[in-house]
């Protein structure tokens, strides 16, 4: 059974930092990527960013446009897991943040991801 456990989040005011981890347990396909979304209220799930680790075990970290030079997402193969260092948040980052993983390389398509965490609470405050 596979299980996407998240920590971190919480709220920080603007121009602050938070870092969110996940582990994944019962699930080793280090081939495919794992991904942060986030989805605020009435509004659709969205990709943030994600990592894609190449067959040598190089990861490709992609991101959204949105969070460019402000998020690092970061993965280890070996322990399954997932983190994301947000830096500079902004009101506009508020949400419930996501970690997913089973996806296809370099996708944020959330219909694309067959695993899902439980969501943790990331609010902004200016």
């Known amino acids: 059974q596979v299980q996407v456990v998240q920590s971190g989040g919480g709220s920080v005011q603007a121009g602050g930092s938070l870092r969110l981890s996940c582990e994944v347990s019962?699930?080793?396909?280090?081939?495919?990527?794992m991904a942060w979304f986030r989805q605020a209220p009435g509004k659709e799930r969205e990709g943030v960013a994600g990592?894609?680790?190449?067959?040598?075990?190089?990861?490709?970290?992609f991101y959204a446009d949105f969070v460019k030079g402000r998020f690092a997402i970061s993965r280890d193969p070996a322990m399954n897991t997932l983190s994301l260092q947000m830096n500079d948040v902004q009101v506009e980052d508020t949400a419930k943040y996501y970690c997913?993983?089973?996806?296809?390389?370099?996708?944020?398509?959330?219909?694309?991801?067959?695993?899902w965490g439980q969501g943790t609470q990331v609010t902004v405050s200016s």
């Open positions: 997913s993983a089973d996806g296809p390389p370099f996708s944020l398509d959330p219909a694309a991801f067959g695993y």
């Open positions: 019962g699930y080793t396909d280090s081939s495919r990527s």
């Open positions: 990592v894609y680790t190449s067959g040598v075990g190089v990861n490709y970290p």
